[in-house]
């Protein structure tokens, strides 16, 4: 099957193993992935679907959360790139380490290692306490999943696109970042038209608002026709009265 707008890629689905299946207190959660390229407009995705009522998980959070002040993770990440990665208040300097990975793969690949196993650990918790709620689906949003091997745990795997320009443009409004910082960050990651060839589910959201939260939708319904988990449980939310 072609992979297009809002329509699965295949229809073939892949076993249900790994740590995104597992059967908690009777009920069998499964965990899909949500990715992109910066810019792409995966969150905007992952706020309709959790207007729709589905759990969603997001690792940026998670590994914000890994690097708090006082944390073990904070303090791995301060003794490999040293203090000028700390604020005055003892807080992760983000724009300083920034200027540090984004100019050096090596040191990107030295701070996923350490903080990445911590995100994975929180990331287990937080899909431990959905499945206890007795939640049968819910989904991960990462902006690293294939890159990180993640595919192989939160499948099937959507990837929302978007054109280069569009994708700069909302960087920049967004972000603040000139050219040279939006191109750094786009090559930190891998080119799009390889995660979108590898993706079970497309999203183009290259138009309105609208179409996109369309599109999010009929992913949602086919995703929950093919694993039998009742779309109705998702309700769509009212829409907001009209002025007139």
């Known amino acids: 099957m072609e992979k297009h707008q809002g329509r699965a890629a295949s229809s073939a689905f892949p076993p249900a193993t790994g740590d995104a299946f597992a059967t908690l207190g009777g009920v069998a959660l499964r965990v899909f992935g949500l990715t992109g390229g910066i810019g792409s407009g995966k969150s905007v995705v992952a706020q309709r ?6 759990p969603v998980v997001n690792a940026d959070d998670l590994a914000r959360e890994a690097v708090a002040r006082g944390s073990a993770g904070l303090e791995a990440v301060a003794g490999y790139f040293g203090p000028e990665v700390l ?8 724009a300083a380490l920034g200027q540090i990975v984004f100019s050096d793969p090596e ?5 996923d290692s350490l ?3 911590i995100v994975r650990q929180l990331a287990a918790q937080r899909f431990q306490a959905i499945g206890e709620r007795g939640e049968p689906l819910a989904c991960y949003e990462v902006p690293l999943l294939f890159e990180g091997g993640l595919d192989r745990t939160y499948h099937p795997v959507l990837v929302v696109s978007a054109p280069l320009a569009l994708r700069q443009q909302r960087i920049a409004q967004r972000d603040g970042f000139g050219p040279e910082q939006i191109a750094a960050r786009i090559a930190a990651q891998m080119p799009l038209e390889e995660k979108v060839r590898r993706a079970d589910y497309v999203i183009d959201n290259a138009g309105t608002l609208a ?5 999010t939708d009929a992913v949602l319904s086919a995703l929950c026709d093919q694993l039998a988990v009742p779309v109705a449980r998702y309700p769509r939310p009212e829409r907001p009265a009209s002025a007139d």
């Open 49 to 54: 679907l959790r207007a729709r009522g589905l």
């Open 87 to 94: 604020t005055a208040q003892g807080d992760l300097d983000r």
């Open 107 to 111: 040191a990107r690949r030295m701070l």
């Open 115 to 117: 903080v990445h196993p």
């Open 211 to 215: 179409e996109l939260s369309e599109a």
